[in-house]
Protein backbone atom coordinates (compact mmCIF):
# COMPACT_ATOMS: atom_id res chain seq x y z
CA UNK A 1 0.00 0.00 0.00
CA UNK A 2 1.28 3.65 -0.70
CA UNK A 3 2.03 5.07 2.78
CA UNK A 4 1.70 8.79 1.57
CA UNK A 5 -1.00 9.50 0.20
CA UNK A 6 -2.95 8.46 2.92
CA UNK A 7 -0.63 9.87 5.70
CA UNK A 8 -2.81 13.19 5.83
CA UNK A 9 -5.57 11.61 6.69
CA UNK A 10 -4.08 9.10 9.32
CA UNK A 11 -2.47 12.12 10.90
CA UNK A 12 -5.92 13.80 11.34
CA UNK A 13 -7.90 11.31 12.19
CA UNK A 14 -5.58 9.82 14.79
CA UNK A 15 -5.57 14.12 16.45
CA UNK A 16 -8.96 13.39 16.35
CA UNK A 17 -8.98 10.18 18.78
CA UNK A 18 -6.25 11.70 20.63
CA UNK A 19 -8.26 14.32 21.64
CA UNK A 20 -11.22 12.14 23.00
CA UNK A 21 -8.80 9.79 24.89
CA UNK A 22 -7.90 13.09 26.44
CA UNK A 23 -11.09 14.16 27.18
CA UNK A 24 -12.82 10.99 28.31
CA UNK A 25 -9.91 10.29 30.88
CA UNK A 26 -10.08 13.38 32.07
CA UNK A 27 -14.62 12.30 32.59
CA UNK A 28 -13.33 9.26 33.60
CA UNK A 29 -11.00 9.76 36.52
CA UNK A 30 -14.26 12.04 37.41
CA UNK A 31 -16.53 9.55 37.42
CA UNK A 32 -14.81 6.01 37.66
CA UNK A 33 -18.34 4.84 37.41
CA UNK A 34 -18.99 5.32 34.08
CA UNK A 35 -18.80 2.27 32.40
CA UNK A 36 -20.11 4.37 29.17
CA UNK A 37 -17.00 6.64 29.07
CA UNK A 38 -14.83 3.53 29.55
CA UNK A 39 -16.22 2.13 26.63
CA UNK A 40 -15.49 4.94 24.66
CA UNK A 41 -11.88 5.02 25.62
CA UNK A 42 -11.90 1.62 24.47
CA UNK A 43 -13.50 2.23 21.23
CA UNK A 44 -11.07 4.98 20.40
CA UNK A 45 -7.76 3.01 21.52
CA UNK A 46 -9.22 0.12 19.86
CA UNK A 47 -9.80 1.95 16.25
CA UNK A 48 -5.80 3.97 16.48
CA UNK A 49 -4.44 0.48 16.94
CA UNK A 50 -6.25 -0.93 13.77
CA UNK A 51 -5.84 2.43 11.65
CA UNK A 52 -1.62 2.75 13.33
CA UNK A 53 -1.21 -1.39 12.18
CA UNK A 54 -2.53 -1.01 9.04
CA UNK A 55 -0.12 2.21 7.93
CA UNK A 56 2.80 0.24 9.21
CA UNK A 57 2.97 2.29 12.71
CA UNK A 58 4.42 -0.19 14.71
CA UNK A 59 5.37 1.24 17.53
CA UNK A 60 2.22 3.46 17.96
CA UNK A 61 0.12 -0.44 17.25
CA UNK A 62 1.62 -1.33 20.42
CA UNK A 63 1.17 0.75 22.33
CA UNK A 64 -2.10 1.40 21.77
CA UNK A 65 -2.70 -2.70 22.28
CA UNK A 66 -1.54 -2.36 25.95
CA UNK A 67 -3.43 0.24 26.51
CA UNK A 68 -6.43 -1.42 25.34
CA UNK A 69 -5.25 -4.14 27.11
CA UNK A 70 -6.00 -2.71 30.15
CA UNK A 71 -8.82 -1.27 29.38
CA UNK A 72 -10.38 -4.33 28.53
CA UNK A 73 -9.64 -5.88 32.02
CA UNK A 74 -11.21 -2.62 33.31
CA UNK A 75 -14.16 -3.44 31.38
CA UNK A 76 -14.32 -6.84 32.56
CA UNK A 77 -14.44 -5.70 36.25
CA UNK A 78 -10.90 -7.73 36.56
CA UNK A 79 -8.95 -4.76 37.01
CA UNK A 80 -9.79 -2.01 39.46
CA UNK A 81 -9.28 1.57 38.32
CA UNK A 82 -6.98 3.54 40.08
CA UNK A 83 -4.92 6.52 40.15
CA UNK A 84 -1.78 4.84 38.83
CA UNK A 85 -3.74 3.61 36.29
CA UNK A 86 -5.30 7.08 35.19
CA UNK A 87 -1.72 8.40 34.95
CA UNK A 88 -0.04 5.51 33.16
CA UNK A 89 -2.80 5.85 30.48
CA UNK A 90 -2.26 9.87 30.42
CA UNK A 91 1.33 9.44 30.67
CA UNK A 92 0.55 6.87 27.25
CA UNK A 93 -1.76 9.57 25.11
CA UNK A 94 1.28 12.09 25.54
CA UNK A 95 3.45 9.13 23.85
CA UNK A 96 0.79 9.06 21.66
CA UNK A 97 0.83 12.34 20.73
CA UNK A 98 4.59 12.72 20.22
CA UNK A 99 4.21 9.74 18.03
CA UNK A 100 1.69 11.06 15.75
CA UNK A 101 3.92 14.51 15.48
CA UNK A 102 6.98 12.51 14.71
CA UNK A 103 5.23 10.21 11.80
CA UNK A 104 3.76 13.60 10.38
CA UNK A 105 8.20 14.29 10.07
CA UNK A 106 8.84 10.75 9.41
CA UNK A 107 10.50 9.60 12.08
CA UNK A 108 9.10 7.63 14.48
CA UNK A 109 11.63 5.68 14.96
CA UNK A 110 13.14 8.14 17.43
CA UNK A 111 10.33 7.55 20.09
CA UNK A 112 11.09 4.87 22.91
CA UNK A 113 7.88 3.32 24.39
CA UNK A 114 9.19 0.15 25.78
CA UNK A 115 8.72 2.02 29.52
CA UNK A 116 5.51 2.93 28.69
CA UNK A 117 4.59 -0.77 27.15
CA UNK A 118 6.03 -2.81 29.91
CA UNK A 119 4.20 -0.31 32.67
CA UNK A 120 1.20 -1.32 31.05
CA UNK A 121 1.99 -4.85 30.63
CA UNK A 122 2.48 -4.53 34.56
CA UNK A 123 -1.15 -3.73 35.66
CA UNK A 124 -2.81 -6.43 33.08
CA UNK A 125 -0.12 -9.41 34.91
CA UNK A 126 -1.06 -7.76 38.15
CA UNK A 127 2.58 -7.11 39.12
CA UNK A 128 1.41 -3.35 40.24
CA UNK A 129 0.35 -3.10 44.09
CA UNK A 130 -2.87 -1.13 43.37
CA UNK A 131 -4.54 0.39 47.19
CA UNK A 132 -6.16 -2.41 49.65
CA UNK A 133 -10.11 -3.13 48.32
CA UNK A 134 -11.41 -1.03 51.73
CA UNK A 135 -9.95 2.46 49.98
CA UNK A 136 -11.48 2.07 46.82
CA UNK A 137 -15.21 2.28 45.66
CA UNK A 138 -16.53 -0.96 43.82
CA UNK A 139 -17.73 0.02 40.21
CA UNK A 140 -21.52 -0.22 41.97
CA UNK A 141 -24.66 2.02 40.68
CA UNK A 142 -28.20 2.06 41.76
CA UNK A 143 -30.27 2.01 38.92
CA UNK A 144 -33.79 2.73 39.29
CA UNK A 145 -37.58 1.50 37.91
CA UNK A 146 -40.18 3.97 37.19
CA UNK A 147 -42.40 3.59 39.84
CA UNK A 148 -39.33 4.31 42.04
CA UNK A 149 -38.84 7.46 40.67
CA UNK A 150 -41.78 8.82 41.25
CA UNK A 151 -41.83 7.60 44.29
CA UNK A 152 -38.23 9.47 44.79
CA UNK A 153 -39.52 12.75 42.93
CA UNK A 154 -42.75 12.68 45.02
CA UNK A 155 -40.87 12.51 48.31
CA UNK A 156 -38.12 15.43 47.24
CA UNK A 157 -41.42 17.64 46.58
CA UNK A 158 -42.78 17.37 49.59
CA UNK A 159 -39.95 18.76 51.50
CA UNK A 160 -37.67 14.89 51.71
CA UNK A 161 -33.88 14.36 50.51
CA UNK A 162 -33.21 11.48 48.70
CA UNK A 163 -29.38 9.81 49.27
CA UNK A 164 -27.15 7.52 48.25
CA UNK A 165 -25.42 5.51 51.09
CA UNK A 166 -21.59 3.97 50.38
CA UNK A 167 -20.90 1.79 52.94
CA UNK A 168 -17.22 -0.14 52.95
CA UNK A 169 -16.48 -2.84 55.51
CA UNK A 170 -12.67 -3.11 56.99
CA UNK A 171 -10.97 -5.75 55.28
CA UNK A 172 -11.08 -8.68 58.13
CA UNK A 173 -14.49 -8.33 58.74
CA UNK A 174 -15.74 -12.06 59.50
CA UNK A 175 -19.56 -11.73 59.93
CA UNK A 176 -20.64 -9.41 57.28
CA UNK A 177 -24.26 -10.57 56.92
CA UNK A 178 -24.66 -9.46 60.61
CA UNK A 179 -22.84 -6.30 59.99
CA UNK A 180 -25.11 -5.18 57.39
CA UNK A 181 -28.26 -6.06 59.00
CA UNK A 182 -27.13 -3.39 61.80
CA UNK A 183 -26.63 -1.01 59.04
CA UNK A 184 -29.49 -1.67 57.18
CA UNK A 185 -31.54 -1.52 60.61
CA UNK A 186 -30.02 2.22 61.50
CA UNK A 187 -30.77 3.34 57.82
CA UNK A 188 -34.56 2.36 57.82
CA UNK A 189 -34.51 3.98 61.25
CA UNK A 190 -33.42 7.35 59.57
CA UNK A 191 -35.52 7.05 56.44
CA UNK A 192 -37.18 4.61 54.10
CA UNK A 193 -34.80 2.49 52.09
CA UNK A 194 -35.80 2.64 48.08
CA UNK A 195 -33.10 -0.06 46.59
CA UNK A 196 -29.45 -1.38 47.67
CA UNK A 197 -26.61 -2.76 45.58
CA UNK A 198 -25.99 -5.56 46.16
CA UNK A 199 -29.80 -6.67 46.62
CA UNK A 200 -30.96 -6.63 50.32
CA UNK A 201 -31.05 -10.96 49.43
CA UNK A 202 -27.26 -10.57 49.10
CA UNK A 203 -26.43 -8.67 51.60
CA UNK A 204 -27.83 -10.80 54.02
CA UNK A 205 -26.87 -13.70 52.11
CA UNK A 206 -22.80 -12.30 52.29
CA UNK A 207 -23.42 -12.69 48.24
CA UNK A 208 -20.77 -9.69 47.83
CA UNK A 209 -17.12 -7.85 48.51
CA UNK A 210 -17.22 -5.36 51.29
CA UNK A 211 -18.93 -2.57 49.91
CA UNK A 212 -22.96 -1.36 49.26
CA UNK A 213 -24.53 1.20 47.83
CA UNK A 214 -28.28 2.01 49.80
CA UNK A 215 -30.71 4.42 48.16
CA UNK A 216 -32.76 6.06 50.48
CA UNK A 217 -35.70 9.14 51.05
CA UNK A 218 -35.27 10.76 54.32
CA UNK A 219 -35.75 14.21 56.36
CA UNK A 220 -32.42 13.73 58.14
CA UNK A 221 -29.31 15.30 57.49
CA UNK A 222 -26.14 13.72 55.84
CA UNK A 223 -24.48 13.63 59.61
CA UNK A 224 -27.34 11.82 61.44
CA UNK A 225 -26.68 8.59 58.71
CA UNK A 226 -22.59 9.04 58.93
CA UNK A 227 -22.91 9.23 62.91
CA UNK A 228 -24.90 5.93 63.10
CA UNK A 229 -23.17 3.77 61.13
CA UNK A 230 -19.69 4.70 61.82
CA UNK A 231 -20.14 3.43 65.83
CA UNK A 232 -21.10 -0.08 64.23
CA UNK A 233 -18.07 -2.45 64.47
CA UNK A 234 -16.26 -3.46 61.35
CA UNK A 235 -17.74 -0.41 59.44
CA UNK A 236 -14.21 1.17 57.84
CA UNK A 237 -15.54 3.72 55.88
CA UNK A 238 -19.21 5.51 55.15
CA UNK A 239 -19.91 8.12 52.52
CA UNK A 240 -23.01 9.86 51.75
CA UNK A 241 -24.18 11.55 48.69
CA UNK A 242 -27.05 13.17 47.69
CA UNK A 243 -27.57 13.02 43.69
CA UNK A 244 -28.41 15.26 41.32
CA UNK A 245 -32.20 14.28 40.27
CA UNK A 246 -31.34 16.06 36.64
CA UNK A 247 -28.17 13.34 36.03
CA UNK A 248 -30.81 10.51 37.25
CA UNK A 249 -33.21 11.11 34.52
CA UNK A 250 -30.59 11.11 31.71
CA UNK A 251 -29.55 7.86 33.34
CA UNK A 252 -32.57 6.52 32.77
CA UNK A 253 -33.21 8.71 29.35
CA UNK A 254 -29.86 5.81 28.22
CA UNK A 255 -30.75 3.00 29.78
CA UNK A 256 -33.96 2.60 28.05
CA UNK A 257 -33.60 4.43 24.71
CA UNK A 258 -34.95 2.11 22.40
CA UNK A 259 -33.17 0.67 20.01
CA UNK A 260 -35.70 1.54 16.72
CA UNK A 261 -34.28 5.22 18.19
CA UNK A 262 -31.27 4.63 18.41
CA UNK A 263 -30.84 3.73 15.02
CA UNK A 264 -32.33 6.61 13.73
CA UNK A 265 -29.01 8.56 15.02
CA UNK A 266 -26.57 9.14 12.33
CA UNK A 267 -23.68 10.13 12.04
CA UNK A 268 -23.11 13.20 10.77
CA UNK A 269 -22.17 13.38 7.03
CA UNK A 270 -18.47 15.35 6.73
CA UNK A 271 -15.74 15.17 4.37
CA UNK A 272 -11.97 16.11 4.84
CA UNK A 273 -10.79 18.95 2.72
CA UNK A 274 -7.47 20.58 2.92
CA UNK A 275 -7.34 24.27 4.01
CA UNK A 276 -5.50 24.91 0.51
CA UNK A 277 -8.30 24.39 -1.29
CA UNK A 278 -10.60 26.10 0.40
CA UNK A 279 -8.58 29.33 -0.08
CA UNK A 280 -8.25 28.89 -3.47
CA UNK A 281 -11.86 28.67 -3.58
CA UNK A 282 -12.04 31.84 -1.75
CA UNK A 283 -9.70 33.87 -4.19
CA UNK A 284 -12.21 32.49 -6.84
CA UNK A 285 -15.34 33.80 -5.81
CA UNK A 286 -13.44 36.86 -4.42
CA UNK A 287 -12.29 36.97 -8.59
CA UNK A 288 -16.24 36.75 -8.86
CA UNK A 289 -16.74 39.65 -6.60
CA UNK A 290 -14.57 41.99 -8.59
CA UNK A 291 -16.31 40.86 -12.03
CA UNK A 292 -19.84 41.49 -10.41
CA UNK A 293 -18.57 45.05 -9.26
CA UNK A 294 -17.26 45.64 -12.97
CA UNK A 295 -20.80 44.15 -14.35
CA UNK A 296 -22.52 46.39 -12.22
CA UNK A 297 -20.51 49.23 -13.78
CA UNK A 298 -20.78 48.14 -17.13
CA UNK A 299 -24.99 47.94 -16.31
CA UNK A 300 -25.12 51.80 -15.34
CA UNK A 301 -23.05 53.13 -18.62
CA UNK A 302 -24.94 50.98 -20.87
CA UNK A 303 -28.00 51.54 -19.28
CA UNK A 304 -29.77 48.21 -20.28
CA UNK A 305 -32.51 47.35 -17.85
CA UNK A 306 -32.67 43.14 -18.89
CA UNK A 307 -28.38 43.59 -18.34
CA UNK A 308 -28.94 45.12 -14.81
CA UNK A 309 -31.73 42.42 -13.88
CA UNK A 310 -28.86 39.68 -14.93
CA UNK A 311 -26.19 42.01 -12.99
CA UNK A 312 -28.35 41.83 -9.99
CA UNK A 313 -28.97 38.20 -9.76
CA UNK A 314 -25.63 37.18 -10.59
CA UNK A 315 -24.92 39.54 -7.43
CA UNK A 316 -26.95 37.67 -5.12
CA UNK A 317 -25.99 34.18 -6.25
CA UNK A 318 -22.32 35.28 -5.76
CA UNK A 319 -22.75 36.62 -2.27
CA UNK A 320 -24.55 33.57 -1.23
CA UNK A 321 -21.51 31.12 -2.95
CA UNK A 322 -18.87 33.60 -0.63
CA UNK A 323 -21.18 33.31 2.57
CA UNK A 324 -21.17 29.29 1.83
CA UNK A 325 -17.52 29.55 1.12
CA UNK A 326 -16.70 31.27 4.50
CA UNK A 327 -19.12 28.88 6.56
CA UNK A 328 -17.15 25.93 5.40
CA UNK A 329 -13.88 27.86 6.83
CA UNK A 330 -15.38 27.93 10.20
CA UNK A 331 -14.57 25.31 13.12
CA UNK A 332 -15.48 25.87 16.91
CA UNK A 333 -13.57 27.30 19.04
CA UNK A 334 -13.57 23.70 21.12
CA UNK A 335 -10.83 22.17 18.63
CA UNK A 336 -8.42 24.29 20.47
CA UNK A 337 -10.73 25.16 24.06
CA UNK A 338 -10.64 20.74 24.31
CA UNK A 339 -7.27 20.70 25.12
CA UNK A 340 -7.10 23.19 28.22
CA UNK A 341 -8.76 20.85 30.79
CA UNK A 342 -5.73 18.13 30.73
CA UNK A 343 -3.30 21.01 30.81
CA UNK A 344 -4.73 22.91 34.09
CA UNK A 345 -5.16 18.79 35.45
CA UNK A 346 -1.41 18.50 34.76
CA UNK A 347 0.28 21.99 36.42
CA UNK A 348 -2.57 22.13 39.08
CA UNK A 349 -1.19 18.90 39.85
CA UNK A 350 2.66 19.47 39.74
CA UNK A 351 2.05 22.61 41.38
CA UNK A 352 0.45 20.89 44.71
CA UNK A 353 -2.91 23.27 43.71
CA UNK A 354 -6.45 22.97 43.40
CA UNK A 355 -7.85 24.60 40.12
CA UNK A 356 -11.02 24.45 38.50
CA UNK A 357 -11.62 25.36 34.96
CA UNK A 358 -14.70 26.47 33.71
CA UNK A 359 -15.04 26.57 29.42
CA UNK A 360 -18.11 28.48 28.11
CA UNK A 361 -18.89 28.92 24.03
CA UNK A 362 -16.95 26.26 23.03
CA UNK A 363 -19.44 25.96 19.66
CA UNK A 364 -18.35 29.78 19.20
CA UNK A 365 -16.92 29.55 15.75
CA UNK A 366 -13.83 31.13 14.41
CA UNK A 367 -11.73 31.06 10.71
CA UNK A 368 -9.09 27.77 10.42
CA UNK A 369 -6.87 30.05 9.82
CA UNK A 370 -7.46 31.93 12.92
CA UNK A 371 -7.93 29.15 15.41
CA UNK A 372 -4.63 27.27 14.20
CA UNK A 373 -2.60 30.55 15.34
CA UNK A 374 -3.83 30.99 18.76
CA UNK A 375 -3.71 27.55 20.61
CA UNK A 376 -0.09 28.85 21.90
CA UNK A 377 -0.97 31.84 23.06
CA UNK A 378 -3.87 31.15 24.78
CA UNK A 379 -1.59 28.22 26.53
CA UNK A 380 0.70 30.75 27.64
CA UNK A 381 -1.98 32.61 29.31
CA UNK A 382 -3.15 29.47 30.89
CA UNK A 383 0.45 28.29 32.17
CA UNK A 384 0.54 32.02 33.96
CA UNK A 385 -2.80 31.67 35.14
CA UNK A 386 -2.60 28.46 37.30
CA UNK A 387 1.30 29.29 37.70
CA UNK A 388 1.29 32.56 38.95
CA UNK A 389 -2.12 33.60 39.39
CA UNK A 390 -3.71 30.81 41.55
CA UNK A 391 -2.77 30.24 45.26
CA UNK A 392 -2.28 27.72 46.92
CA UNK A 393 -4.82 25.95 48.87
CA UNK A 394 -3.64 27.64 52.45
CA UNK A 395 -2.53 30.90 51.29
CA UNK A 396 -6.29 31.40 49.67
CA UNK A 397 -8.24 29.58 52.66
CA UNK A 398 -6.18 32.84 54.31
CA UNK A 399 -7.30 35.17 52.84
CA UNK A 400 -10.80 34.19 53.14
CA UNK A 401 -11.22 32.59 49.51
CA UNK A 402 -12.14 29.13 48.89
CA UNK A 403 -9.82 26.77 48.78
CA UNK A 404 -9.75 25.51 45.28
CA UNK A 405 -9.06 28.35 42.65
CA UNK A 406 -10.86 28.96 39.18
CA UNK A 407 -10.04 29.80 35.68
CA UNK A 408 -13.06 30.52 33.41
CA UNK A 409 -12.16 30.31 29.54
CA UNK A 410 -14.72 31.95 27.67
CA UNK A 411 -15.34 33.07 23.60
CA UNK A 412 -18.55 34.39 22.39
CA UNK A 413 -19.10 36.42 18.96
CA UNK A 414 -19.79 40.28 18.86
CA UNK A 415 -20.04 41.62 15.62
CA UNK A 416 -17.48 40.46 13.13
CA UNK A 417 -15.05 39.34 15.78
CA UNK A 418 -15.04 36.61 18.64
CA UNK A 419 -13.99 37.81 21.88
CA UNK A 420 -12.27 35.28 24.04
CA UNK A 421 -11.63 35.89 28.04
CA UNK A 422 -9.28 34.24 30.64
CA UNK A 423 -10.86 35.13 34.10
CA UNK A 424 -8.63 33.88 37.37
CA UNK A 425 -9.97 34.45 40.57
CA UNK A 426 -6.21 34.53 41.70
CA UNK A 427 -3.87 37.33 43.43
CA UNK A 428 -4.17 39.42 40.74
CA UNK A 429 -1.04 41.87 39.73
CA UNK A 430 0.66 43.68 42.01
CA UNK A 431 0.67 47.23 40.05
CA UNK A 432 3.70 48.60 42.40
CA UNK A 433 5.67 45.48 42.07
CA UNK A 434 4.89 45.71 37.70
CA UNK A 435 6.61 49.47 38.48
CA UNK A 436 8.96 48.26 40.26
CA UNK A 437 9.99 45.13 37.55
CA UNK A 438 9.73 47.68 34.61
CA UNK A 439 12.62 50.32 36.76
CA UNK A 440 14.54 47.77 37.65
CA UNK A 441 15.01 46.08 34.02
CA UNK A 442 15.21 49.73 33.18
CA UNK A 443 12.34 49.31 30.82
CA UNK A 444 11.18 53.11 31.66
CA UNK A 445 12.02 56.10 33.74
CA UNK A 446 11.16 57.03 37.01
CA UNK A 447 8.86 59.92 36.21
CA UNK A 448 7.37 57.78 33.13
CA UNK A 449 5.86 55.04 35.16
CA UNK A 450 4.67 57.63 37.59
CA UNK A 451 2.47 59.31 34.93
CA UNK A 452 0.83 55.96 33.89
CA UNK A 453 -2.59 55.31 34.61
CA UNK A 454 -2.72 51.31 35.68
CA UNK A 455 -4.17 50.14 33.01
CA UNK A 456 -1.11 51.36 31.06
CA UNK A 457 1.06 50.09 33.96
CA UNK A 458 -0.77 46.28 33.17
CA UNK A 459 0.36 47.14 29.28
CA UNK A 460 3.99 46.97 30.74
CA UNK A 461 3.73 43.39 31.10
CA UNK A 462 3.24 42.71 27.19
CA UNK A 463 7.16 44.24 26.73
CA UNK A 464 9.97 41.96 25.29
CA UNK A 465 11.58 39.95 28.52
CA UNK A 466 9.58 41.18 30.92
CA UNK A 467 8.37 38.81 33.97
CA UNK A 468 6.61 39.81 37.52
CA UNK A 469 7.96 36.37 38.55
CA UNK A 470 10.57 36.26 41.36
CA UNK A 471 12.08 32.72 40.13
CA UNK A 472 12.23 30.58 36.76
CA UNK A 473 10.33 27.65 36.28
CA UNK A 474 9.74 24.86 33.54
CA UNK A 475 5.58 26.15 33.76
CA UNK A 476 6.39 30.47 33.05
CA UNK A 477 8.71 33.07 34.37
CA UNK A 478 11.07 32.99 31.90
CA UNK A 479 10.97 36.48 30.46
CA UNK A 480 9.35 35.09 27.57
CA UNK A 481 5.71 34.90 26.28
CA UNK A 482 3.48 37.67 27.02
CA UNK A 483 5.36 39.94 24.09
CA UNK A 484 4.97 36.46 21.86
CA UNK A 485 1.78 36.62 22.86
CA UNK A 486 0.53 40.09 21.81
CA UNK A 487 2.94 39.81 18.60
CA UNK A 488 1.00 37.09 17.88
CA UNK A 489 -2.72 38.24 18.25
CA UNK A 490 -1.89 41.54 16.57
CA UNK A 491 -0.69 39.63 13.61
CA UNK A 492 -3.83 38.28 13.23
CA UNK A 493 -5.49 41.89 13.53
CA UNK A 494 -6.95 41.68 16.58
CA UNK A 495 -5.60 42.81 20.37
CA UNK A 496 -5.40 41.37 24.26
CA UNK A 497 -6.30 43.63 26.98
CA UNK A 498 -5.21 42.82 30.54
CA UNK A 499 -7.67 44.20 33.58
CA UNK A 500 -6.53 43.22 37.09
CA UNK A 501 -7.81 43.55 40.60
CA UNK A 502 -4.82 43.00 43.30
CA UNK A 503 -6.00 40.28 45.72
CA UNK A 504 -9.22 39.58 43.05
CA UNK A 505 -7.46 38.06 40.13
CA UNK A 506 -7.62 39.20 36.62
CA UNK A 507 -9.03 39.06 32.93
CA UNK A 508 -7.41 38.71 29.87
CA UNK A 509 -9.54 39.32 26.70
CA UNK A 510 -8.80 39.12 23.27
CA UNK A 511 -10.50 40.44 20.48
CA UNK A 512 -9.97 38.67 17.00
CA UNK A 513 -11.74 38.58 13.39
CA UNK A 514 -14.01 36.54 13.01
CA UNK A 515 -11.91 35.76 9.33
CA UNK A 516 -9.14 36.61 7.56
CA UNK A 517 -10.44 36.17 4.21
CA UNK A 518 -13.01 38.30 4.29
CA UNK A 519 -13.56 41.80 6.32
CA UNK A 520 -15.45 44.27 6.69
CA UNK A 521 -13.57 48.06 6.60
CA UNK A 522 -14.61 51.56 6.06
CA UNK A 523 -13.18 53.22 2.43
CA UNK A 524 -11.27 55.90 2.97
CA UNK A 525 -9.82 58.84 0.25
CA UNK A 526 -6.08 59.92 0.85
CA UNK A 527 -5.13 62.60 -1.89
CA UNK A 528 -6.04 60.68 -5.15
CA UNK A 529 -5.73 56.86 -3.16
CA UNK A 530 -8.01 55.00 -1.52
CA UNK A 531 -7.49 53.55 1.85
CA UNK A 532 -9.71 50.67 3.59
CA UNK A 533 -9.34 50.67 7.28
CA UNK A 534 -10.63 47.45 9.42
CA UNK A 535 -14.01 48.01 10.68
CA UNK A 536 -13.15 46.50 13.73
CA UNK A 537 -10.70 49.24 14.81
CA UNK A 538 -13.36 52.19 14.48
CA UNK A 539 -15.19 53.58 17.46
CA UNK A 540 -16.61 56.25 15.72
CA UNK A 541 -16.90 58.87 12.93
CA UNK A 542 -16.70 62.80 14.25
CA UNK A 543 -16.55 66.13 12.19
CA UNK A 544 -15.01 68.87 13.63
CA UNK A 545 -13.94 72.33 12.54
CA UNK A 546 -9.93 73.14 12.92
CA UNK A 547 -10.18 75.33 15.70
CA UNK A 548 -11.23 72.49 18.02
CA UNK A 549 -7.97 70.96 17.63
CA UNK A 550 -6.03 71.94 20.54
CA UNK A 551 -1.90 71.44 21.49
CA UNK A 552 -0.60 69.58 24.23
CA UNK A 553 3.31 69.14 24.61
CA UNK A 554 3.36 69.55 20.78
CA UNK A 555 0.75 67.01 20.39
CA UNK A 556 -2.83 67.76 18.34
CA UNK A 557 -5.49 66.63 20.21
CA UNK A 558 -9.09 67.31 20.68
CA UNK A 559 -11.71 66.45 23.33
CA UNK A 560 -13.98 63.29 23.38
CA UNK A 561 -16.67 62.56 25.94
CA UNK A 562 -14.23 64.68 28.63
CA UNK A 563 -11.44 62.14 27.05
CA UNK A 564 -8.25 63.57 25.90
CA UNK A 565 -7.74 62.15 22.12
CA UNK A 566 -4.11 62.33 20.40
CA UNK A 567 -4.55 63.37 16.87
CA UNK A 568 -2.81 61.74 13.38
CA UNK A 569 -3.05 63.08 10.04
CA UNK A 570 -3.18 60.25 7.93
CA UNK A 571 -1.23 61.66 5.21
CA UNK A 572 1.70 62.75 6.61
CA UNK A 573 2.74 58.82 8.50
CA UNK A 574 1.70 57.77 4.80
CA UNK A 575 3.18 60.41 2.82
CA UNK A 576 0.37 60.73 0.49
CA UNK A 577 -0.35 64.97 -0.30
CA UNK A 578 -2.49 66.96 1.08
CA UNK A 579 -6.28 67.62 -0.25
CA UNK A 580 -7.83 69.42 2.17
CA UNK A 581 -7.16 73.16 3.78
CA UNK A 582 -6.87 72.08 7.34
CA UNK A 583 -7.31 75.69 8.06
CA UNK A 584 -10.91 76.22 6.49
CA UNK A 585 -12.53 73.22 5.20
CA UNK A 586 -13.99 70.67 8.34
CA UNK A 587 -12.32 67.90 8.76
CA UNK A 588 -13.36 64.33 9.14
CA UNK A 589 -11.80 62.21 11.55
CA UNK A 590 -12.11 58.59 12.29
CA UNK A 591 -11.66 57.22 16.01
CA UNK A 592 -9.81 54.82 16.15
CA UNK A 593 -9.42 51.91 19.20
CA UNK A 594 -6.28 49.78 20.28
CA UNK A 595 -6.70 48.37 22.89
CA UNK A 596 -8.16 50.73 25.39
CA UNK A 597 -6.58 54.08 23.74
CA UNK A 598 -8.60 56.08 21.31
CA UNK A 599 -6.06 57.92 18.87
CA UNK A 600 -8.31 60.54 15.99
CA UNK A 601 -7.47 59.88 12.36
CA UNK A 602 -7.44 63.01 9.84
CA UNK A 603 -8.34 61.48 6.78
CA UNK A 604 -9.56 63.75 3.28
CA UNK A 605 -12.79 61.77 2.63
CA UNK A 606 -14.93 59.06 3.59
CA UNK A 607 -16.63 56.81 0.99
CA UNK A 608 -18.45 54.11 2.22
CA UNK A 609 -18.78 50.50 4.28
CA UNK A 610 -17.44 47.57 2.28
CA UNK A 611 -16.43 43.90 2.70
CA UNK A 612 -13.11 43.33 1.15
CA UNK A 613 -11.08 40.18 0.32
CA UNK A 614 -7.83 40.69 1.77
CA UNK A 615 -4.75 39.71 -1.15
CA UNK A 616 -1.56 39.36 0.10
CA UNK A 617 1.64 41.98 -0.98
CA UNK A 618 3.80 39.39 -1.26
CA UNK A 619 7.54 39.34 -0.13
CA UNK A 620 8.79 42.30 -1.16
CA UNK A 621 6.12 44.30 0.21
CA UNK A 622 4.70 42.70 2.75
CA UNK A 623 7.05 43.95 5.56
CA UNK A 624 5.86 47.65 4.75
CA UNK A 625 4.69 49.39 7.96
CA UNK A 626 1.34 50.51 8.32
CA UNK A 627 -0.11 48.33 4.95
CA UNK A 628 -1.75 45.05 6.20
CA UNK A 629 -2.64 44.15 2.77
CA UNK A 630 -4.59 45.00 -0.04
CA UNK A 631 -7.95 44.38 -2.03
CA UNK A 632 -8.99 44.64 -5.28
CA UNK A 633 -12.07 47.73 -6.02
CA UNK A 634 -15.06 47.00 -8.60
CA UNK A 635 -13.38 49.90 -10.72
CA UNK A 636 -10.00 47.41 -10.78
CA UNK A 637 -8.06 49.57 -8.67
CA UNK A 638 -6.29 48.19 -6.01
CA UNK A 639 -6.69 49.71 -2.16
CA UNK A 640 -4.36 49.14 0.70
CA UNK A 641 -5.67 47.99 3.62
CA UNK A 642 -4.18 49.96 6.71
CA UNK A 643 -2.75 48.03 9.73
CA UNK A 644 -3.46 50.55 12.53
CA UNK A 645 -2.11 49.16 15.64
CA UNK A 646 1.44 49.96 13.20
CA UNK A 647 -0.29 53.33 11.88
CA UNK A 648 -0.96 54.56 15.46
Same mark, same amino acid.
Given at each position: ?474 ? +? ?6 ? %?? &? @????? !? #????? *? ?105 ? +? ?6 ? %?? &? @????? !? #????? *? ?21
Amino acid at each position: MEVSQYLSVFIDESQEHLLTLNQSLLELEHDPENSAVLDKIFRAAHTLKGAAATMGFNKMSNLTHAMEDVLSKLRAKDLELSSEIINALFESVDLLEILATKIGEGIEEDIEITGAVQGLRRFVAGDIVQQPQSERRQNLQLRFTDSEREQINGAIASGSKFYHIHVSLVENCLLKGARVFMVLREIERLGTIIRSIPTVKDLEDESFELQFIVGVISTNWVDDFVKAITNIMDVDKVVVEEPKIEQMLIEKRVLETPEHEKAKISPQQTVRVEIKKLDDLMNLVAELVIGRSRLEALGTTIGSRDLNEVVEQFGRLTLDLRDSVMRARMVPVDTVFSRFPRLVRDLSRELGKEIELEIHGAETELDRTVIDEIGDPLVHIIRNAVDHGIETAEERERNNKPAKGKVVLDAYQEGSSVIITIRDDGKGFNIQKVKEKALKAGLLSVEALNEMRDQDVLEITFLPGFSTSDTVTNI +SGRGVGMD %VV &K @SKIDS !L #GGFVQ *IDSVYGEGSLITIRLPLTLAIIQTLMIQLGKEVYAIPSSYVEQIVSLKPSEIKRINKQEVIMLRGEVVPLLRLQDVLGTPDAINYQLDDLDVVIIRTGDRLIGCIVD +SLLRQQDV %VI &K @SLGGY !L #GSIKG *IAGATILGDGRVALILDMRAVA
